[in-house]
């Protein structure tokens, strides 16, 4: 296990996290060290271990598929909730990747779609990071 990272010699820890879409954080993960992949932490992780044995599924931690906004009578069908991750996590039930290697049309654009879920935590770690470096500028202090 490496607690410096090997180019600054800094320590680096690893920060996961999972928002919805209101870019609030559901679950985080934090003090892994930095040598160690996004995957390896995720599967060892409480969430991450429960995705993939179903048993949160099976306690009721992940809502029941719900009709699209705008459709509550469900004329197009029910969506499942997912978590949205990269390249970096395994495709498990209820946890979406984005396709690798040579992608159709219709693959890319899902990719796209991916990508700006993806997007959210984005946002969330960028105002983590600037209410670090200027507690005062945050909303909250």
């Not at 395994?90 to 779609?113: E, I």
Request: hydrophobic fraction near 30%.
């Amino acid at each position: 296990r490496q607690l410096h990272d090997k180019l600054s010699c800094w320590p680096s820890v690893v920060l996961l996290a999972v928002c919805d879409a209101d870019y609030v954080i559901r679950h985080f993960n934090v003090g892994s060290f930095g040598g160690r992949s996004d995957g390896g932490i995720w599967s060892e992780d409480r969430l991450g271990r429960g995705l993939a044995s179903g048993e949160l599924r099976e306690q009721g931690f992940i809502p029941a598929a719900e009709p699209l906004p705008g459709d509550e009578e469900g004329r197009l069908g029910t969506v499942n909730h997912y978590v949205v991750g990269d390249d970096a996590f395994k495709l498990l039930p209820h946890c979406m990747k984005p396709y690798s290697g040579k992608v159709s049309k219709t693959m890319r654009t899902t990719n796209y779609r991916l990508s700006r879920g993806r997007m959210t935590i984005e946002c969330v770690f960028g105002h983590f990071v600037t209410t670090l470096e200027n507690p005062k500028s945050s909303d909250y202090g």
